[in-house]
């Protein structure tokens, strides 16, 4: 369903806010495909990103050990993953850790 710029605005005031937004109002943000709400939401979402963070950036080091990388889930989530049997495919032991 597309939803116009205006009808917009309130959604992105109540979060402006601090105010939760519904799920239904999460849909509709989610659903715009017009570039007037894409941008009303891009910009709605950069000063709360402003309001939260300012322009100071940060990382988290990621030290997670994944003694495997074979999943049979296809979801496409992940770049790393392989089919079992597959070249690159691996199934950590305790002597390799």
Same mark, same amino acid.
């Given at each position: 369903? @597309?939803?116009?710029?205006? &009808?917009?605005?309130?959604?992105? %005031?109540?979060?402006? $806010?601090? !105010?939760?937004?519904?799920? $239904? !109002?999460?849909?509709?943000? @989610?659903? %715009? &495909?017009? #570039? #007037? $709400?894409?941008?009303?939401?891009? %910009?709605?979402?950069?000063?709360?990103? %402003?309001?939260?963070? #300012?322009?100071?950036?940060?990382?988290?080091?990621?030290? =997670?050990? =994944?003694? &495997? =990388?074979?999943?049979?889930?296809?979801?496409?989530?992940?770049?790393?993953?392989?089919? $079992? #049997?597959?070249?690159?495919?691996?199934? @950590? =032991? !305790?002597?390799?850790?």
């Amino acid at each position: 369903m @597309l939803i116009t710029t205006p &009808t917009l605005d309130p959604i992105c %005031q109540r979060a402006l $806010a601090g !105010e939760d937004i519904s799920e $239904a !109002e999460g849909i509709v943000l @989610l659903q %715009q &495909t017009d #570039g #007037g $709400a894409i941008a009303t939401i891009r %910009q709605t979402a950069d000063r709360l990103r %402003q309001q939260q963070s #300012g322009d100071t950036v940060t990382y988290v080091v990621n030290r =997670n050990i =994944n003694f &495997t =990388n074979i999943c049979e889930q296809h979801c496409s989530f992940c770049a790393f993953r392989r089919d $079992a #049997g597959e070249e690159g495919a691996y199934w @950590l =032991n !305790e002597g390799m850790i």
